[in-house]
T-cell receptor
Framework: EAQVTQNPRYLITVTGKKLTVTCSQNMNHEYMSWYRQDPGLGLRQIYYSMNVEVTDKGDVPEGYKVSRKEKRNFPLILESPSPNQTSLYFC???????????FGEGSRLTVL | AQKITQTQPGMFVQEKEAVTLDCTYDTSDQSYGLFWYKQPSSGEMIFLIYQGSYDEQNATEGRYSLNFQKARKSANLVISASQLGDSAMYFCAMRGFSGGYNKLIFGAGTRLAVHP
């Protein structure tokens, strides 16, 4: 089954404690991206990657890091989480010239 | 800069009636794609419909159709015969391809409530 899998789905953490949200896709997609969703703001892109070792900033990259060492994986790293990073996070993937973006189920992160 | 605008924060419709959700976009790209996604209260993002900028026909998928007016830069979603299960958040999105840049941006969303 074609899917994008992200973990954890829910996480409560404290300010400053490093965390990683994993994302994996099984569709051999070149393009992967991270979004955060906040009420009234829709989905805003954090980082995206157009292929292995190729990453670039989206609209809201501050406080986040990513890496793309393998085509299927695109982890999101919060080195020192802060309360303003409390949000719903989505990972997504697609082919470079394709249409639909396939989304993971979302990861709800709370930073206390 | 690319931008998606959804001017209706919330809409309601009676069951079995049609409803139009508005979306306007701004881009300097010649080639782009427009999408609509549905997000029910459970949180997942469900793809509904896609329209390419060079497609001459409006896209349709079952009860969903996309009213694409390129000159006006609008891509409204029309849901015919609304059902209670259509109550959800709806997002319009655009993907541009200028200069190898490959970004998909979203509007703020419209919350649709279908009343019996």
């Amino acid at each position: 089954e074609a899917q994008v899998t992200q973990n954890p789905r829910y996480l409560i953490t404290v300010t400053g404690k490093k965390l990683t949200v994993t994302c994996s896709q099984n569709m051999n997609h070149e393009y992967m991206s991270w979004y955060r969703q906040d009420p009234g703001l829709g989905l805003r892109q954090i980082y995206y990657s157009m292929n292995v070792e190729v990453t670039d900033k989206g609209d809201v990259p501050e406080g986040y890091k990513v890496s793309r060492k393998e085509k299927r994986n695109f982890p999101l790293i919060l080195e020192s989480p802060s309360p303003n990073q409390t949000s719903l996070y989505f990972c997504a993937s697609t082919g470079l010239l394709a249409g639909e973006l396939f989304f993971g189920e979302g990861s709800r992160l709370t930073v206390l | 800069a690319q931008k998606i605008t959804q001017t209706q924060p919330g809409m309601f419709v009676q069951e079995k009636e049609a409803v139009t959700l508005d979306c306007t976009y701004d881009t300097s790209d010649q080639s782009y794609g427009l999408f609509w996604y549905k997000q029910p209260s459970s949180g997942e993002m469900i793809f509904l419909i896609y329209q390419g900028s060079y497609d001459e026909q409006n896209a349709t998928e079952g009860r969903y159709s996309l009213n694409f007016q390129k000159a006006r830069k609008s891509a409204n979603l029309v849901i015919s015969a609304s059902q209670l299960g259509d109550s959800a958040m709806y997002f319009c999105a655009m993907r541009g391809f200028s200069g190898g840049y490959n970004k998909l941006i979203f509007g703020a969303g419209t919350r649709l409530a279908v009343h019996p």
